[in-house]
């Protein structure tokens, strides 16, 4: 029984010894340091805002080719697709019986032009009254008037190109029949070369804008700065600039928005019409506008932006925010950041709320972005 107990007592000691020196390696340990974070100082910025609506291009000018004489079509003297210039021929009809009435007119002002010629003569002899002689001279105009409308029909047999542009196909053949009035245009002929763009603008955004500006939030942009960028429909930007041409003074009432027009110089003629595009307009100017990249703005659960920050005392503090739209590589921050604060763009995976960090500073480039995160500013501090 000693024995027993004098080995248990050996044990304990053994035991208790073990975990003092335990107690004293890891007391003696130093503290981990404090992660690294890649922080970017937000500044306020002037900043123009842009508002990209939808819309379609629409032909510049469009002219609708139709007969004004009746006749059977001889020939068609275009071809369809191609480009025309303002008074080529396109369509001949036949002009056998014009040509007809011409010359009979032509006739008729001869014989009523000899007539008043005779009579001009007699009535000063007095051998003819005066009213046999204006009679002659009215039938002398009116025969001038026929020649003239005959003329007319001639040349309306030669259907001319009334603007220049793309013709599109031609909706009659050799031997159709066409009339005067018809309401089957002959052919379509659009200038491509400037175009138009219509894009549609909700009246509830021009409210809100106008709002802002009367509360000084936002400035106008200048007359000068009214230009139009063109996104194209597989994403790519057109490569020339158009100007804003006027904007519709009424709100459409079915779909509550307004109509505004932009011209765009077109000379390769990418654009044709009907093309569904996206047209981003200048609306007005932020003069203490917050852009944050977009590499430390998140979302949580209920969908809202946040970030986090480090602040004076080096820890990390969650903001909610109010962001409606990217810029690029960033995101106009409209509340929840200030200048000055430390956005936290690198190593947000190892941080939380309430955290002391250690902040490096990230330079960014001159449009914003942010460089590709690497191991030193990305992990927790050795």
């Given at each position: 029984?000693?024995?027993?107990?004098?080995?248990s007592?050996?044990?304990?000691?053994?035991?208790?010894?073990?975990?003092?020196?335990?107690?004293?390696q890891?007391?003696?340990?130093?503290?981990?340091?404090?992660?690294?974070?890649?922080?970017?100082?937000l500044?306020?910025?002037?900043?123009?805002?842009?508002?990209?609506?939808p819309?379609?291009?629409?032909?510049?000018?469009?002219?609708?080719?139709?007969?004004q004489?009746?006749?059977?079509?001889?020939?068609?003297?275009?071809?369809?697709?191609?480009?025309?210039?303002?008074?080529?021929q396109?369509?001949?009809?036949?002009?056998?019986?014009?040509?007809?009435?011409?010359?009979?007119a032509?006739?008729?002002?001869?014989?009523?032009?000899?007539?008043?010629?005779?009579?001009?003569?007699?009535?000063?002899e007095?051998?003819?009254?005066r009213?046999?002689?204006?009679?002659?001279?009215?039938?002398?105009?009116?025969?001038?008037?026929?020649?003239?409308?005959?003329?007319?029909?001639v040349?309306?047999?030669?259907?001319?190109?009334?603007?220049?542009?793309?013709?599109?196909?031609?909706?009659?053949?050799?031997?159709?029949?066409v009339?005067?009035?018809?309401?089957?245009?002959?052919?379509?002929?659009?200038?491509?070369d400037?175009?138009?763009?219509?894009?549609?603008?909700?009246?509830?955004?021009?409210?809100?804008?106008?709002?802002?500006?009367?509360?000084?939030?936002?400035?106008?942009?200048?007359?000068?700065?009214?230009?139009?960028?063109?996104?194209?429909?597989?994403?790519?930007?057109?490569?020339?600039?158009?100007?804003?041409?006027?904007?519709?003074v009424?709100?459409?009432?079915?779909?509550?928005?307004?109509?505004?027009?932009?011209?765009?110089?077109?000379?390769?003629?990418?654009?044709?019409?009907g093309?569904?595009?996206?047209?981003?307009?200048?609306?007005?100017?932020?003069?203490?506008?917050?852009?944050?990249?977009?590499?430390?703005?998140?979302?949580?659960?209920?969908?809202?932006?946040?970030?986090?920050?480090?602040?004076?005392?080096?820890?990390?503090?969650?903001?909610?925010?109010?962001?409606n739209?990217?810029?690029?590589s960033?995101?106009?921050?409209?509340?929840?950041?200030?200048?000055?604060?430390?956005?936290?763009?690198?190593?947000?995976?190892?941080?939380?709320?309430?955290?002391?960090?250690?902040a490096?500073?990230?330079?960014?480039?001159?449009?914003?972005?942010?460089?590709?995160?690497?191991?030193?500013?990305?992990?927790?501090?050795?």
């Amino acid at each position: 029984m000693h024995f027993k107990s004098a080995l248990s007592a050996v044990v304990i000691t053994v035991a208790l010894a073990t975990l003092l020196s335990g107690c004293e390696q890891e007391a003696a340990a130093p503290a981990a340091p404090p992660p690294e974070v890649g922080v970017v100082t937000l500044k306020a910025e002037s900043f123009t805002l842009t508002t990209e609506l939808p819309g379609r291009t629409t032909a510049f000018r469009v002219a609708e080719v139709r007969p004004q004489v009746n006749g059977i079509i001889l020939k068609r003297l275009f071809t369809e697709g191609a480009e025309v210039k303002a008074g080529q021929q396109l369509y001949q009809i036949d002009a056998a019986l014009y040509e007809a009435t011409l010359k009979s007119a032509q006739a008729s002002l001869q014989s009523s032009k000899s007539l008043a010629d005779r009579y001009k003569l007699l009535v000063d002899e007095q051998a003819v009254s005066r009213q046999e002689y204006d009679e002659a001279q009215a039938k002398r105009l009116q025969a001038e008037a026929t020649l003239q409308g005959a003329q007319i029909n001639v040349r309306y047999t030669k259907v001319l190109a009334p603007i220049a542009g793309r013709i599109g196909r031609s909706a009659v053949t050799e031997g159709a029949l066409v009339s005067n009035g018809q309401a089957q245009a002959l052919a379509v002929i659009q200038q491509l070369d400037p175009i138009y763009v219509d894009v549609t603008q909700s009246s509830a955004q021009l409210l809100k804008l106008r709002r802002e500006l009367e509360n000084g939030q936002l400035s106008t942009v200048g007359e000068n700065a009214v230009k139009v960028k063109l996104i194209l429909e597989d994403g790519s930007e057109y490569a020339e600039q158009g100007t804003l041409e006027f904007s519709e003074v009424s709100v459409d009432q079915s779909t509550g928005s307004v109509t505004l027009r932009a011209v765009f110089p077109n000379p390769e003629q990418h654009l044709l019409p009907g093309m569904f595009v996206h047209a981003q307009l200048p609306s007005a100017v932020n003069s203490a506008a917050i852009l944050a990249p977009q590499q430390g703005v998140t979302h949580n659960l209920k969908g809202q932006p946040t970030a986090l920050v480090v602040n004076q005392e080096d820890k990390v503090e969650l903001r909610e925010l109010k962001a409606n739209r990217t810029v690029g590589s960033q995101w106009l921050i409209e509340a929840g950041l200030n200048p000055g604060d430390r956005l936290i763009i690198q190593g947000l995976q190892f941080v939380k709320p309430g955290v002391t960090v250690k902040a490096t500073p990230i330079k960014t480039a001159p449009d914003g972005s942010v460089p590709a995160v690497t191991a030193s500013t990305a992990g927790k501090g050795e």
